[in-house]
């Protein structure tokens, strides 16, 4: 069930392949071994004016940030290993580097989450 929220920050030369959304889900899907229709992915765009780092970005800066929601996210080396599927994948799908790709989970989404009216549990 992870639902991923991604936001790219745009940057020169780069230009948002068409169909992004649907090839992130595809390709977490894959590295996660995921059932059709488990995967949600949202994209949005950050203009590059709209993202700052304290002293000033590297030039090369290319962030993309991912947040995560999932049933029960995996926890210890399990976790470590799905961060680097996920990192991986997303890095491929977007053509960004995986020093680009940065994770946040969130909490669980069990109880908390609801899909049609029905709350995940």
Same mark, same amino acid.
């Not at 890095?91 to 989404?109: N, Q």
């Given at each position: 069930?992870?639902?991923?929220?991604?936001?790219?920050?745009?940057?020169?030369?780069?230009?948002?392949?068409?169909?992004?959304?649907?090839?992130? %889900? +595809?390709?977490? *899907? @894959?590295?996660? /071994? #995921?059932?059709?229709?488990?995967?949600? $992915?949202? !994209?949005?765009?950050?203009? %590059? +004016?709209?993202? *700052? @780092?304290?002293? /000033? #970005?590297?030039?090369?800066?290319?962030? $993309?940030? !991912?947040?995560?929601?999932?049933?029960?996210?995996?926890?210890?080396?399990?976790? #470590?290993?799905?961060?680097?599927?996920?990192?991986?994948?997303?890095?491929?799908?977007?053509?960004?580097?995986?020093?680009?790709?940065?994770?946040?989970?969130?909490?669980?989404?069990?109880?908390?989450?609801?899909?049609?009216?029905?709350?995940?549990?």
């Amino acid at each position: 069930m992870p639902i991923l929220k991604v936001e790219i920050v745009e940057t020169p030369g780069w230009s948002r392949p068409l169909g992004l959304a649907r090839s992130i %889900a +595809d390709t977490v *899907a @894959e590295a996660l /071994g #995921a059932t059709p229709q488990s995967v949600w $992915v949202r !994209v949005s765009m950050i203009a %590059a +004016d709209h993202y *700052a @780092e304290n002293g /000033g #970005a590297p030039a090369d800066a290319s962030p $993309v940030f !991912v947040t995560i929601v999932e049933k029960e996210p995996p926890r210890g080396t399990a976790l #470590a290993a799905e961060v680097a599927m996920l990192t991986k994948a997303i890095a491929s799908a977007c053509a960004r580097t995986e020093g680009d790709i940065h994770l946040v989970y969130e909490p669980p989404g069990r109880a908390r989450v609801a899909f049609g009216g029905r709350l995940v549990t």
